[in-house]
């Protein structure tokens, strides 16, 4: 009998321990989808969101998100098993999943399925700048990708860093190239992929023929270093004197007595221009430092070995003249100005070309005479958070406030922890212990729809400042914290099988300083400095919304 009764016990415990694990083991979206239909897919995707999506504070307040379940689980269930041969069913099923998340806030979200791309803030935009379309309509649009392209604002595509460096400042860094024998013969080292009538788009030459072999080349160029420059062993930069190219290619005899150790870190500013244009920059800028960051790779065609180099970053800085002279723009003098394509500087900043550009621009920071500081975030999609730091903590004598932010604990929705502040830190080491005072002056961000992430999290800094504002165009409403993966984090990036491979959302959920969040909704330019973009004039070198950024440093001062 005790036997029995201790037979019966083990597996009573057995089988509480076996539910006990069966209950708290979390099901992987990936897992529910693997029976091949279209119901359990959409039920991987709506669990994983349901689990891992942060903002639910924001999206769920009257239980939105189970009445999608409610009203998609037929929808699905209809459509049976996937088959992808199967082309007209594959797109309704696939547009039916970019219906059931097209009202999360999530700015960074996008999700990839069955090799198309959906993201809500498209669809936001899109239903903004087409009132007349159905939803079911834009729904088809985005399919496209194509029409999309040309249904969405201009600004998204055609207004950020490189093209404002192309367009307002004249600078080629790219050009339309013809294959001729002289060119051959002069570029024939480079490479450069010809269309069938002999023409291509590529990287400046000039530029081009700077970089090393292979690998990561940083690049500057500056109007304090006009001719270029030589570095020494003792870290000593050694100016050129004149645009003499024989001086260039033998710098000991340019600097006798001095231990060369490399070209650089600047480079000649006769780099800038193409065949006779020359660059806008010194009808503005008193003193100015542009940065490139080229990746170089070897590469291979019929006639051997070649240099494959492409941009991947760039940079400017520089502070306005005393007087207009000839600028393309009426301007403030003694205007600090600042643009860069993302937030990549952190893996570059110890290296001595990115360190130099770092310094110019602290520089500028640092003149005592500034009236004030323009920050260009148009197309600056964000980048590494420590960059905020590198690039404004010379602003700061003490941690300074630039919002709040919420992560997930755990897998319920609401499972989230309290606001805890973000703040920009001093960065003393960095910049030999001086700060600037540039942040009690006016400060301005520019912005357009294509501003996301660090970019808005630029403006939240600029909205926290005693005297800072917005100008240009609303931005895009991404303003997540990007990392880690669902393990780690209880939320963030996942997939759902074999058919939709990302579902891209951030982990971390943040607010102003004021505790309100912009997720979804954008920040809004200051009242009447909103500045629509006009393409027309902008690619005619009419940069409006520049323009309104020195109007608003003038009404500011």
């Given at each position: 009998m005790k036997k029995h009764k201790l037979t019966l016990l083990i597996i009573t415990m057995l089988v509480f321990l076996l539910c006990s694990c069966s209950q708290n083991s979390p099901v992987l979206p990936s897992d529910m989808a693997m029976s091949g239909t279209w119901e359990d897919l959409f039920k991987g995707l709506w669990t994983g969101l349901s689990?891992?999506?942060?903002?639910?504070?924001?999206?769920?307040?009257?239980?939105?998100?189970?009445?999608?379940?409610?009203?998609?689980?037929?929808?699905?269930?209809?459509?049976?098993?996937i088959d992808t041969s199967d082309r007209v069913a594959t797109k309704k099923g696939t547009i039916?999943?970019?219906?059931?998340?097209?009202?999360?806030?999530?700015?960074?979200?996008?999700?990839?399925?069955f090799g198309y791309s959906f993201s809500p803030s498209e669809y936001r935009i899109l239903k903004k700048e087409h009132p007349e379309l159905s939803d079911q309509e834009v729904l088809e649009i985005i399919y496209d990708y194509y029409e999309k392209?040309?249904?969405?604002?201009?600004?998204?595509?055609?207004?950020?860093?490189?093209?404002?460096?192309?367009?307002t400042f004249s600078i080629p860094l790219t050009t339309t190239l013809v294959k001729t024998d002289d060119f051959i013969a002069k570029y024939g080292s480079l490479?450069?992929?010809?269309?069938?009538?002999?023409k291509c788009n590529a990287l400046n030459p000039k530029i081009q023929l700077r970089t090393p072999a292979y690998g990561e080349a940083i690049m500057l160029y500056s109007s304090s270093h006009k001719f270029g420059s030589v570095t020494t062993y003792d870290g000593e930069i050694l100016d050129f004197t004149s645009d003499d190219v024989e001086a260039y290619k033998h710098p000991e005899v340019s600097f006798p007595g001095k231990a060369i150790y490399s070209y650089g870190p600047y480079y000649p500013v006769s780099d800038l221009s193409w065949e006779g244009e020359e660059q806008k920059l010194d009808s503005l800028f008193s003193d100015w430092t542009l940065c490139l960051v080229l990746s170089v790779s070897p590469e291979y065609d019929q006639t051997g070995y070649k240099k494959g180099v492409n941009l991947k970053m760039l940079a400017l800085s520089g502070i306005t003249k005393e007087t207009d002279g000839r600028a393309m723009v009426d301007y403030t003098a003694n205007t600090v100005y600042f643009i860069s394509s993302g937030f990549n500087f952190l893996p570059l900043k110890d290296q001595a070309e990115m360190k130099q550009f770092l310094m110019d621009f602290h520089k500028f920071k640092m003149?005592?005479?500034?009236?004030?500081?323009?920050?260009?975030m148009r197309g600056n999609g964000g980048g590494y958070n420590a960059d905020r730091e590198i690039l404004f903590g010379d602003m700061f004598r003490e941690p300074h406030l630039i919002g709040y932010q919420k992560n997930k604990t755990g897998a319920g929705r609401l499972d989230l922890t309290q606001e805890f502040p973000l703040y920009i830190y001093p960065e003393a080491d960095f910049y030999g212990n001086e700060f600037s005072d540039i942040a009690s002056k006016p400060v301005v961000v520019i912005t357009n729809t294509a501003t996301a992430s660090n970019g808005?999290?630029?403006?939240?800094?600029?909205?926290?400042?005693?005297?800072?504002?917005?100008?240009?165009?609303?931005?895009?409403?991404?303003?997540?914290t990007l990392a880690g993966d669902i393990l780690t984090y209880n939320s963030g990036k996942f997939s759902v099988g074999k058919y939709i491979t990302s579902v891209y959302t951030p982990y971390g959920n943040i607010r102003d300083t004021n505790h309100v969040s912009y997720e979804g909704k954008g920040l809004t330019p200051d009242k009447g400095y909103e500045e629509n973009f006009n393409s027309v004039d902008f690619f005619a070198g009419t940069d409006s919304r520049l323009g309104k950024a020195f109007e608003w440093i003038k009404d500011h001062r």
């Amino acid at each position: 009998m005790k036997k029995h009764k201790l037979t019966l016990l083990i597996i009573t415990m057995l089988v509480f321990l076996l539910c006990s694990c069966s209950q708290n083991s979390p099901v992987l979206p990936s897992d529910m989808a693997m029976s091949g239909t279209w119901e359990d897919l959409f039920k991987g995707l709506w669990t994983g969101l349901s689990d891992n999506y942060v903002f639910w504070d924001l999206d769920d307040a009257n239980g939105e998100w189970d009445k999608v379940y409610e009203e998609f689980i037929p929808k699905f269930r209809e459509l049976g098993n996937i088959d992808t041969s199967d082309r007209v069913a594959t797109k309704k099923g696939t547009i039916l999943l970019f219906d059931s998340v097209k009202n999360l806030s999530d700015g960074h979200f996008k999700m990839d399925a069955f090799g198309y791309s959906f993201s809500p803030s498209e669809y936001r935009i899109l239903k903004k700048e087409h009132p007349e379309l159905s939803d079911q309509e834009v729904l088809e649009i985005i399919y496209d990708y194509y029409e999309k392209f040309d249904r969405l604002p201009a600004d998204m595509f055609y207004e950020d860093s490189k093209s404002i460096m192309e367009n307002t400042f004249s600078i080629p860094l790219t050009t339309t190239l013809v294959k001729t024998d002289d060119f051959i013969a002069k570029y024939g080292s480079l490479y450069f992929k010809w269309d069938e009538s002999g023409k291509c788009n590529a990287l400046n030459p000039k530029i081009q023929l700077r970089t090393p072999a292979y690998g990561e080349a940083i690049m500057l160029y500056s109007s304090s270093h006009k001719f270029g420059s030589v570095t020494t062993y003792d870290g000593e930069i050694l100016d050129f004197t004149s645009d003499d190219v024989e001086a260039y290619k033998h710098p000991e005899v340019s600097f006798p007595g001095k231990a060369i150790y490399s070209y650089g870190p600047y480079y000649p500013v006769s780099d800038l221009s193409w065949e006779g244009e020359e660059q806008k920059l010194d009808s503005l800028f008193s003193d100015w430092t542009l940065c490139l960051v080229l990746s170089v790779s070897p590469e291979y065609d019929q006639t051997g070995y070649k240099k494959g180099v492409n941009l991947k970053m760039l940079a400017l800085s520089g502070i306005t003249k005393e007087t207009d002279g000839r600028a393309m723009v009426d301007y403030t003098a003694n205007t600090v100005y600042f643009i860069s394509s993302g937030f990549n500087f952190l893996p570059l900043k110890d290296q001595a070309e990115m360190k130099q550009f770092l310094m110019d621009f602290h520089k500028f920071k640092m003149n005592e005479n500034a009236a004030g500081m323009i920050l260009d975030m148009r197309g600056n999609g964000g980048g590494y958070n420590a960059d905020r730091e590198i690039l404004f903590g010379d602003m700061f004598r003490e941690p300074h406030l630039i919002g709040y932010q919420k992560n997930k604990t755990g897998a319920g929705r609401l499972d989230l922890t309290q606001e805890f502040p973000l703040y920009i830190y001093p960065e003393a080491d960095f910049y030999g212990n001086e700060f600037s005072d540039i942040a009690s002056k006016p400060v301005v961000v520019i912005t357009n729809t294509a501003t996301a992430s660090n970019g808005e999290i630029t403006v939240l800094m600029v909205n926290s400042l005693p005297n800072g504002g917005q100008t240009g165009g609303v931005t895009i409403g991404a303003n997540g914290t990007l990392a880690g993966d669902i393990l780690t984090y209880n939320s963030g990036k996942f997939s759902v099988g074999k058919y939709i491979t990302s579902v891209y959302t951030p982990y971390g959920n943040i607010r102003d300083t004021n505790h309100v969040s912009y997720e979804g909704k954008g920040l809004t330019p200051d009242k009447g400095y909103e500045e629509n973009f006009n393409s027309v004039d902008f690619f005619a070198g009419t940069d409006s919304r520049l323009g309104k950024a020195f109007e608003w440093i003038k009404d500011h001062r």
